[in-house]
T-cell receptor, first 112, second 113 residues
């Protein structure tokens, strides 16, 4: 089946630093999504990307849909303590296939 | 507007017992999904309902898992009999359209001992 390779697996940074994480796949996806999961909560959608090459921002978050449609990255600028959590990338093939394929997640810890 | 709600939030059962998880999607959302995250692994798709019909159940692990959505409203996921490897977080999600934004519930944390 389809797989997403998400890296890094975990990050430990200081408050104020920028952070970057990415996902790659051997398969093409028509949609890339980035979710954040806080402890004890479900994943919450941060950014959705629908077009190859698309660069989208949401506050301090910026994500890009790779031109090959096989990768995406998420950047967080000027991190703050509440950025702590697990970040997941997810891809959707489209057509009649609406299920999401998730990466294993990036655990982000921000040291105040 | 209420989000996707799941019950129970946590469940600890013995191997061989039965557990039923319930999901109430966002009102008006025809599409309902079940996903699962086993410890240390990625979140994996289980199945997709459109109203009361199973659109895609390709992710269901085996026949110990049974999902229903009678009447096209809430859904249940039954595990019978539960095995140790079934432990994990079971997420329900819903969307208004198949290509629309998918909203996740907080998850039902299942521990099989």
């Amino acid at each position: 089946g389809q797989q997403l390779n998400q890296s890094p697996q975990s990050m430990f940074i200081q408050e104020g630093e920028d952070v970057s994480m990415n996902c790659t796949s051997s398969s093409i996806f028509n949609t890339w999504l980035w979710y954040k999961q806080d402890p004890g909560e479900g994943p919450v959608l941060l950014i959705a990307l629908y077009k190859a090459g698309e660069l989208t921002s949401n506050g301090r978050l910026t994500a890009q849909f790779g031109i090959t449609r096989k990768d995406s990255f998420l950047n967080i600028s000027a991190s703050i303590p509440s950025d702590v959590g697990i970040y997941f990338c997810a891809g959707r093939s489209g057509g009649s296939n609406y299920k999401l394929t998730f990466g294993k997640g990036t655990l982000l810890t921000v040291n105040p | 507007e209420a989000g996707v709600t799941q019950f129970p939030s946590h469940s600890v059962i013995e191997k061989g017992q039965t557990v039923t998880l319930r999901c109430d999607p966002i009102s008006g959302h025809d599409n309902l999904y079940w996903y699962r995250r086993v410890m240390g692994k990625e979140i994996k798709f289980l199945l997709h309902f459109v109203k009361e019909s199973k659109q895609d159940e390709s992710g269901m692990p085996n026949n110990r898992f049974l999902a229903e959505r009678t009447g096209g409203t809430y859904s249940t996921l039954k595990v019978q009999p539960a095995e140790l490897e079934d432990s994990g977080v079971y997420f329900c999600a819903s969307s208004q359209q198949e290509e629309g934004t998918i909203y996740f519930g907080e998850g039902s944390w299942l521990t099989v001992v």
